[in-house]
T-cell receptor, first 116, second 115 residues
Framework: AQSVTQLDSQVPVFEEAPVELRCNYS??????LFWYVQYPNQGLQLLLKYLSGSTLVKGINGFEAEFNKSQTSFHLRKPSVHISDTAEYFCAVSEWGETSGSRLTFGEGTQLTVNP | GAVVSQHPSWVICKSGTSVKIECRSL??????MFWYRQFPKQSLMLMAT?????????EQGVEKDKFLINHASLTLSTLTVTSAHPEDSSFYICSARGGISYEQYFGPGTRLTVT
């Protein structure tokens, strides 16, 4: 069974500063990896995903993430954050297989707060 | 494209009553739909997976007689919370996946409050 660990529950940063949200996973098979953002009282919006190929993945809103198989990590980064990036961020993993992509396991979430 | 809606967006009901939440895929056929539950400041917990025309598969610890899931068409799944109690108050989110696509598209969620 897969599991996901988001190493920071809260990350406060100042506007225009860079940020990294950390995510580690464990799985016995190959995986798909996702980052989602959730604004208060809303559903989840996909930021980016890693399926295969290039380990550096670019997503929406200037976010990117790098898949590191040896360290089983998929950290999310943004070089310069905005106030509007304040939200909860979830890392998720899905295992390959007959039902690949059919079952997501989420991390506990990281609350990113961007201060002026 | 790939829009998923939920109705209602919020609902308040009295303890002991039942409430139905709808999840619709608006512009694609959802062969598989998922129902999640999210408590405040916590992550999403998968409750069940439903495939169109089949019985739902419930996660361990989820009472199938309490949380009735129906996926009668390729665009609609419903979650009925039967005999709701205050501890069932939560944010319920559905997602949908079409065909062989790996990606799930999430609905906006439904806030259930049981008084």
């Amino acid at each position: 069974a897969q599991s996901v660990t988001q190493l920071d529950s809260q990350v406060p940063v100042f506007e225009e500063a860079p940020v990294e949200l950390r995510c580690n996973y464990s799985s016995s098979v190959s995986v798909y990896l996702f980052w989602y953002v959730q604004y208060p009282n809303q559903g989840l919006q996909l930021l980016l995903k890693y399926l295969s190929g290039s380990t550096l993945v670019k997503g929406i809103n200037g976010f990117e993430a790098e898949f590191n198989k040896s360290q089983t990590s998929f950290h999310l980064r943004k070089p310069s954050v905005h106030i509007s990036d304040t939200a909860e961020y979830f890392c998720a993993v899905s295992e390959w297989g007959e039902t690949s992509g059919s079952r997501l396991t989420f991390g506990e979430g990281t609350q990113l707060t961007v201060n002026p | 494209g790939a829009v998923v809606s939920q109705h209602p967006s919020w609902v308040i009901c009295k303890s002991g009553t039942s409430v139905k939440i709808e999840c619709r895929s608006l512009d694609f056929q959802a062969t598989t739909m998922f129902w999640y539950r999210q408590f405040p400041k916590q992550s999403l917990m998968l409750m069940a997976t439903s495939n169109e025309g089949s019985k739902a598969t419930y996660e361990q610890g989820v009472e199938k007689d309490k949380f009735l899931i129906n996926h009668a068409s390729l665009t609609l799944s419903t979650l009925t919370v039967t005999s709701a109690h205050p501890e069932d108050s939560s944010f319920y989110i559905c997602s949908a996946r079409g065909g062989i696509s790996y990606e799930q598209y999430f609905g906006p969620g439904t806030r259930l409050t049981v008084t």
